[in-house]
């Protein structure tokens, strides 16, 4: 039996280097203004989550019902074709 090869999908690998550069971020600026401060950001970084998933869904929504209404209309299309003869 063969193994399958897994490999993240380009927005995983994204994600993952914005992730590690922000942390990277907030270290530095932990060893120049300080831990207290550089935590600080842990809020607007709380907040760009909340809207990406926000995005990540909304656009998933809208991806499937651009299908459901492909796959109606091609519906009716052969049914159309199919009673008229066309």
Same mark, same amino acid.
């Given at each position: 039996?063969?193994?399958?090869?897994?490999?993240?999908?380009?927005?995983?690998?994204? &994600?993952?280097?914005? &992730?590690?550069?922000?942390?990277?971020?907030?270290?530095?600026?932990?060893?120049?203004?300080?831990?207290?401060?550089?935590?600080?950001?842990?809020?607007?970084?709380?907040?760009?989550?909340?809207?990406? &998933?926000?995005?990540?869904?909304?656009?998933?929504?809208?991806?499937?019902?651009?299908?459901?209404?492909?796959?109606?209309?091609?519906?009716?299309?052969?049914?159309?074709?199919?009673?008229? &003869?066309?």
């Amino acid at each position: 039996m063969a193994k399958s090869k897994k490999t993240a999908s380009p927005v995983t690998r994204r &994600g993952f280097l914005k &992730g590690a550069a922000t942390a990277a971020a907030i270290g530095t600026s932990a060893h120049i203004v300080g831990w207290r401060l550089s935590l600080t950001a842990l809020p607007l970084m709380y907040l760009v989550y909340l809207y990406y &998933g926000d995005y990540v869904s909304s656009q998933t929504a809208r991806a499937l019902a651009g299908l459901r209404f492909s796959e109606c209309s091609s519906a009716n299309d052969e049914r159309v074709e199919s009673t008229t &003869g066309r």
